[in-house]
């Protein structure tokens, strides 16, 4: 009998379908979401008389519920099939953010920002797993093209939201929004989603490899056949430790510095508001571009790529120091922002190439998990430094050592379910 099998060149459409639709997750369900809620703080504030703390801390309380279920996330993954959990995600951030259009107390404004912190970490989790089950070579490009939609939200979002509180309200403009995420995601999430290329007969490795080689590049040394050890079995060993402990870092020295350019830039030179603001938003649009620059390099370089990228972290804190003209503050911002990006990127490619796709719902969601603790916990002791000693000079000092030491860290990694690794 022949071969029953799909054809690569179908499997592969399978496999970029599968990074639209997390492109579009990550654009308008993740970051899109998120983008809109500091636009409508203060429309909020004043309609509903709350304070700018009880309203802002929609944002907190979703943040910090998404780093706590996100340690709970991968079980979730391996229990039931990607669908089952990934578009019940997604139809909770829709109708979490479709309900604020009812909201009349804060506790229900709480309320749904607890639901969307937990629907929206597994929606994170959800599109890395099933890129990190499609893509091996390639993982880094692919995810890289995939958190993109951040950018694209970042270019639309603002504006967007901005003219639906002159014309709508802060809450009707929340429903629309909730709409457009259950219709359009809900839909590629059923129509665009695969689950796993095994399930017609292929692995990640064979089709990425595959591709390698009708370019005319050399055939792999092995395919990854051996999927990698359970996820109880590694949880107690000093890499795995090492490796919890590198991405907890990683949120420090990367999302807790971001926090604190605007009011850097503004009080510690002579530069201003104005640009502050436009130094913030330049980090973020970078960022766009350093998720491909270093979706590229962890591609060819592995963990040692990702080690590079919080090298970079270090660098862009130490370059913070001399800002003071234009030159010094284009260098700053500009490498904040592509070191920024590849951190987005890095969770797929520490958990399928350090220990296989075996344990890889578990791992990406731990890794994600501790990020976001990190952010948080560096946003707080960075804060509470800058009070103590007045200034960003010894907060930043510390990033900067911590950053270079998780550098360190990264490059004591073995990323032996990696096609490019040559270790014993």
């Known amino acids: 009998m ?8 179908k499997l592969r459409q399978y496999a970029w379908a599968n990074v639209v639709t997390g492109f579009l997750v990550w654009g308008i369900g993740l970051a899109g979401v998120s983008m809109m809620m500091p636009v409508m703080y203060s429309n909020i504030s004043q309609s509903m008389d709350w304070t700018v703390a009880q309203t802002t801390s929609f944002m ?5 519920v998404s780093a706590v279920a996100g340690l709970f996330a991968g079980s979730l993954f391996v229990r039931f099939s990607l669908k089952q959990v990934l578009l019940p995600s997604v139809w909770a951030v829709g109708l979490s953010t479709l309900s604020l259009y009812f909201v009349n107390m ?3 404004y709480y309320a749904l920002a607890v639901i969307s912190g937990i629907a929206s970490i597994l929606c994170l989790v959800g599109i890395q797993l099933t890129l990190a089950r499609w893509f091996e070579a390639s993982l880094g490009r692919a995810t890289g093209i995939a958190m993109m939609g951040g950018a694209a939200a970042g270019a639309v979002v603002p504006l967007a939201t901005n003219y639906g509180l002159e014309h709508y309200g802060w809450q009707a403009t929340c429903g629309i929004a909730g709409l457009v995420v259950l219709i359009t995601l809900s839909l590629f999430v059923i129509f665009a989603v695969h689950e796993r290329p095994e399930d017609y007969g292929y692995t990640a490795e064979e089709l990425d490899h595959a591709n390698a080689a009708a370019k005319g590049k050399a055939p792999p040394a092995r395919l990854g056949s051996d999927p990698g050890p359970e996820f109880k079995d590694i949880l107690r060993t000093t890499p795995f430790i090492l490796l919890v402990l590198a991405t907890g870092f ?3 020295i990367s999302n807790g510095i971001n926090e604190y350019i605007p ?3 503004e009080h510690q030179t002579n530069l201003g508001s104005t640009m502050a603001a436009l130094g913030f938003t330049i980090v973020l649009v970078l960022s766009g571009l350093g998720k491909l620059v270093f979706g590229w390099l962890f591609d060819r370089f592995s963990t040692k790529g990702v080690a590079m990228c919080w090298a970079l972290c270090g660098i862009a804190v130490l370059l913070a120091f001399p800002v003071s003209g234009l030159f010094t503050f284009a260098l700053f911002t500009v490498v904040r922002g592509l070191s920024h990006g590849g951190i987005v990127v890095q969770a797929p490619i520490l958990g399928r190439h350090i220990y296989g796709t075996r344990p890889i719902a578990q791992l990406i969601a731990i890794l994600n998990a501790t990020f976001h ?3 948080a916990a560096g946003i707080g002791l960075i804060g509470l430094a800058v009070d103590w000693t007045g200034g960003f000079t010894v907060p930043f000092i510390f990033v900067t050592v911590l950053a270079f030491i998780t550098a360190l860290i990264g490059l004591t990694f073995k990323p032996k379910y990696w096609s490019g690794y040559r270790g014993n």
């Open 373 to 375: 603790l990190g952010a």
């Open 106 to 108: 804060l506790w229900e």
């Open 60 to 64: 907190v309380i979703k943040s910090a």
């Open 2 to 9: 022949g071969d029953t099998r799909p054809t690569l060149a």
């Open 250 to 252: 990683s949120g420090v």
């Open 263 to 265: 009011l850097f830039i």
